[in-house]
C-alpha cells in the first residue's frame, strides 16, 4: 500500500490498516507495480504519479503497525490482507486531501477465482493470476520525457473523443445513486503499426508522418470504465457477434471471383459512437484529465450518454447502432451471419438483383469490396462513423496477413504471429524421463503454446490441425513426452512458416464447392476416433477430370463424441458431418448471389442449386475392418448395398444416401490423393502442404484407377511367384 504525502495523522480522521503478513509482502517490490500509473490519486484502480521512497513506506508501516492490537498473522499466509477499519472512508473520504490505494495480491494458480467473491466494502480489490495478467500496459515509470510526453499527447486525445463524440454530461453526484456511479481507469499500449516504414495506400485520417516513417509503433491511451462494478450486470445484454471464419473466407472469395478490390477499415472510437442508454442511467466517476477538460466542480461527476469501452453492454450498444446505419446505407444482413452484409442494386434489363458488394464486421473493424456503388456506400459510412485506418489491398485484419495481387487472388498467412511463440523451456535433467508427469507451471505453458498454434490452424494453417488436436486431448495428463512434442509441432510449424491460404480468382457463375472427409479409427495409443473435413472452391470443370484452381475455405480436425466400433462407422459419421457443413455453405453461397434462394426450406432449395461434390477416402487394405471402411462408397452409391452388420452404420449411410440428392456428387479418391489425410493422423502433411502451394488439384476416374491398381497387383503378385520358384536373383 502506497500513501501519498498529506496529513493522515488527524485523530478525529484516522485509518488504521492491518498487513497480515508483513514477511510475504511484495508491495514495496517495483517488479510487481501496477501496469499503469496514473496523475489521479482519488481512483482506487489508478497509481499515483509520484511514489512514497521504500524507506520512508517503511517507516509510516511501523509507526502505524504500533497502533495495532490485532494477533500477529501467521507464517504460513499466502494472501496480503488489507482491512480497513473505518471503510467508509476508503471510498467517501470527505478529508481535503486525496487518497490512493493500491494493492496486489499473489494468488496460486490451483485457487479458483471464484472461490474469492468480494463484498460491496471490498469490491475495489482486483484479484488476478499472473498468467492473466496484461503484459502489453505500459509502465509511465519505464518511459522516456519523449515518450510520457506522447503518451500525455494520446491522453487528450481520448478525452477530445469523448467530449466530441456526445458520450458525457455533466451531472451532480448527488442525482444518480451511488451504486450506478461507475470508476474508470487508463489503459495504456504501444500500438504496432500496420506495414510500418512502408509506403502503403492508406485511406484514413492518419497523419503522413506517421503512414510513411519508420516507427513501427504509436502510444494509445485508453480511458475504460470498470464495468464489472455494474449493478445490472446480469441483466442488461452483453452479446456481440463477431465476423466468423468462415463468412470471411466466402467474403475473400466473393470479392475475387468478382475481380473487385479488396479493402479494410477500422472505425475511430467506435463504442463512443454506439446507440444511446436510453433505458438506464449510469455514471462515471471522471479521471483528473477528464475532469480538468470539462471544468467540473468537486461535486460534479459524467453521466454516460452512451457505450464506452469497459461498459458490459457497449459492444452491443455499437453493434446496433453500426447495423442500423448500414440497412440505412441499403446494406443487407446475411441470415447464416449477423456480422455478414451484401449490397445489390435492381437491374432493370435482367429484372434481377444484381451484387455490388460485400462487407464483413468484427467490431470496429470491416472487410470487403465490391463496385463503385459499394465504395460510395463505405464513403457516407465514414462520414457517419469516421474511420482510424482505410487500407487497400494489403493489410493486416484481425491479426492476419491479407494480401491482393494483380490477379485479384488473395494470400492470407501468420508467418511472423507464428515466429514469434516461444518454445517450452524444459529441464535438461527432464528431457530423458518422458514418462514422467508436468507440473502445474509446465501445464500452464502448454496450454499456452497449443492455444497460440491452435489460432493459426485456424485462419491458414490447416495443416497442424491434426497434431494439435492431439495435443488439446493430452494436456490433463500430459508427459514430459508431451511437451516435447509441443516444441516439435511448433518447430515444424516455424519450418514453414510462409505457408499461405491462397483464395484464387474462379468465376463466380463457374464456382463449385468440393469437400474432403476422412477420419481415424482409435487405435491403442490413440484412444480417440478423429473426424476431418476441409472444403474448397474450385472450377466446375473439375468433374471432368480436369486440373483446375482450388481456394481453402473451411477445414477442421474434431474428436467423434459418439463410441464408433470400426473404420466404417468412423467414416461414416466424418461424411455425415461433412455433408452437412457443404450444404450450409451452399445454401449461404448461393444466398450471396440470388436473395431470392429459400434457405428456411434447405431440402426444396439444395436441389435448384448448382452441384457439389463430397470426397471421402477409399481405402484398399485387406484386413476386415479397413475393407469394411472401404464400403462406404458402395454403401450410399450402390443401388444393392453390400451386406454390413452395424445397423446404426446402415442408416446413417441411408441418410447420406438422401443428402446426396440434394446435388451432391460422390466421387472417390485413393488415400494419397486425399486432402483431409493429414487432418486426422499424426503423419506429415506433404501433400497438403504441397497442394496449398500450388493452388490446383484434380480429380480421377475411379473405375480406370482401381483398374490400374489391380493390374498392379496381379503384376506384383506374379512377380512373387516367378521369385518363389527361382532360386535366381535377378533385378527387376
Not at 492490537?69 to 482491512?83: F, I, K, N, Y
Not at 469516421?386 to 487497400?392: A, C, E, L, R
Request: with cysteine; net charge negative.
Amino acid at each position: 500500500m502506497e500513501i501519498p504525502n498529506n496529513p493522515l495523522h488527524d485523530p478525529n480522521h484516522q485509518d488504521n490498516f492491518l498487513n497480515a503478513n508483513p514477511d510475504t509482502n511484495q508491495l514495496n517490490n517495483p517488479d510487481n507495480n501496477s501496469d499503469s500509473q496514473e496523475e489521479s490519486i482519488n481512483q482506487p484502480d489508478q497509481e499515483p504519479e509520484s511514489m512514497t521512497p521504500e524507506a520512508t513506506l517503511d517507516q509510516q508501516t511501523a509507526d502505524q503497525s504500533d497502533q495495532l492490537d490485532s494477533q500477529p498473522p501467521t507464517e504460513d499466509a499466502e494472501l496480503v490482507c488489507l482491512t480497513c477499519h473505518e471503510a467508509e472512508n476508503a471510498f467517501t473520504s470527505k478529508d481535503m486531501y486525496g487518497l490512493a490505494w493500491r494493492c496486489e495480491f499473489q494468488v496460486p494458480l490451483n485457487k479458483l477465482l471464484d472461490q474469492e467473491i468480494p463484498d460491496d466494502m471490498e469490491s475495489w480489490a482486483m484479484l488476478a493470476t499472473t498468467a492473466k495478467k496484461q503484459r502489453s500496459e505500459v509502465k509511465l515509470s519505464t518511459l522516456t520525457p519523449d515518450e510520457l510526453q506522447e503518451f500525455q499527447k494520446a491522453k487528450r486525445a481520448e478525452v477530445d473523443t469523448w467530449l466530441n463524440t456526445g458520450t458525457i454530461s455533466a451531472v451532480l453526484r448527488n442525482q444518480i445513486p451511488e451504486e450506478q456511479i461507475l470508476r474508470c481507469r487508463w489503459i495504456l499500449t504501444w500500438k504496432p503499426l500496420d506495414n510500418a516504414g512502408q509506403n502503403v495506400p492508406d485511406l484514413g485520417s492518419q497523419k503522413g508522418s506517421e503512414k510513411n516513417s519508420n516507427r513501427t509503433h504509436k502510444a494509445k491511451a485508453r480511458l475504460v470504465v470498470l464495468g464489472y462494478l455494474d449493478p445490472k450486470i446480469e441483466e442488461i445484454p452483453r452479446d456481440s457477434p463477431t465476423l466468423n471464419k468462415t463468412s470471411r473466407m466466402l467474403a475473400l472469395q466473393v470479392i475475387a471471383s468478382h475481380a473487385w478490390k479488396l479493402r479494410s477499415f477500422d472505425i475511430k472510437a467506435a463504442f463512443l459512437q454506439g446507440r444511446p442508454q436510453a433505458d438506464r442511467v449510469i455514471a462515471v466517476d471522471p479521471v483528473p484529465e477528464l475532469r480538468k477538460a470539462m471544468n467540473l466542480k468537486p461535486e460534479q461527476i459524467c453521466r454516460l450518454n452512451k457505450g464506452v469501452y469497459g461498459l458490459i453492454d457497449a459492444p452491443y450498444l455499437w453493434y446496433c447502432a453500426l447495423v442500423a446505419e448500414l440497412v440505412h446505407l441499403g446494406f443487407e444482413p446475411s441470415p447464416f451471419d449477423p456480422c455478414c452484409f451484401v449490397l445489390r442494386s435492381w437491374n432493370e434489363t435482367t429484372g434481377t438483383h444484381q451484387l455490388e458488394g460485400i462487407l464483413g464486421v468484427h467490431v470496429d473493424d470491416g472487410i470487403g469490396g465490391g463496385s463503385k456503388l459499394f465504395e460510395n456506400k463505405i464513403q457516407q459510412l465514414e462520414k457517419k462513423f469516421p474511420f482510424g485506418s482505410h487500407k487497400i489491398s494489403s493489410f493486416t485484419f484481425t491479426g492476419i496477413e491479407v494480401n491482393q495481387h494483380s490477379d485479384f487472388s488473395i494470400t492470407l498467412n501468420q508467418s511472423a504471429y507464428v515466429r514469434k511463440i516461444n518454445p517450452i523451456m524444459v529441464e535438461s535433467n527432464r528431457k530423458s524421463q518422458l514418462e514422467l508427469p508436468v507440473t502445474e507451471k509446465e501445464r500452464l505453458a502448454l496450454r499456452g503454446i497449443v492455444g497460440s498454434l491452435q489460432y493459426a490452424a485456424i485462419n491458414t494453417r490447416p495443416d497442424l490441425s491434426s497434431k494439435l488436436s492431439f495435443l488439446q486431448s493430452a494436456i490433463n495428463k500430459a508427459k514430459i513426452e508431451t511437451l516435447m512434442e509441443a516444441n516439435r509441432v511448433l518447430h515444424e510449424a516455424k519450418r514453414h512458416h510462409d505457408l499461405s491460404i491462397t483464395i484464387k480468382p474462379i468465376p463466380h457463375q463457374h464456382f463449385r464447392l468440393m469437400a474432403f472427409s476422412d477420419a481415424s479409427f482409435a487405435s491403442t495409443t490413440k484412444p480417440d476416433s478423429h473426424a476431418g473435413s476441409i472444403i474448397v472452391g474450385t472450377h466446375q470443370d473439375i468433374s471432368k477430370n480436369y486440373q483446375c484452381p482450388i481456394s481453402p475455405l473451411t477445414w477442421g480436425c474434431r474428436k467423434i463424441q459418439k463410441v464408433v466400433t470400426s473404420t466404417l462407422a468412423a467414416e461414416t459419421m466424418a461424411l455425415s458431418s461433412t455433408l452437412d457443413q457443404l450444404s450450409w455453405l451452399r445454401l449461404y453461397w448461393s444466398w450471396i448471389h440470388d436473395p431470392q434462394v429459400k434457405w428456411q426450406k434447405p431440402e426444396e432449395a439444395l436441389t435448384k442449386l448448382a452441384p457439389a461434390i463430397t470426397v471421402p477416402t477409399k481405402l484398399e487394405n485387406s484386413d476386415v475392418a479397413i475393407t469394411d471402411c472401404k464400403s462406404l462408397y458402395d454403401l450410399v452409391s450402390r443401388t444393392a448395398p453390400p451386406s454390413c452388420s452395424e445397423f446404426r452404420v446402415q442408416l446413417m449411410a441411408r441418410a447420406i444416401k438422401e443428402s446426396l440428392q440434394e446435388g451432391t456428387h460422390l466421387r472417390w479418391v485413393p488415400s494419397g490423393a486425399q486432402l483431409a489425410d493429414s487432418l486426422t493422423k499424426a503423419m506429415e502433411s506433404h501433400f497438403l502442404r504441397e497442394t496449398l502451394k500450388l493452388g490446383v488439384y484434380r480429380l480421377c476416374d475411379e473405375e480406370s484407377t482401381l483398374r490400374e491398381r489391380a493390374k498392379t497387383k496381379d503384376r506384383l503378385k506374379w512377380l512373387r511367384s516367378q521369385q518363389h520358384e527361382s532360386s535366381s536373383s535377378e533385378k527387376l
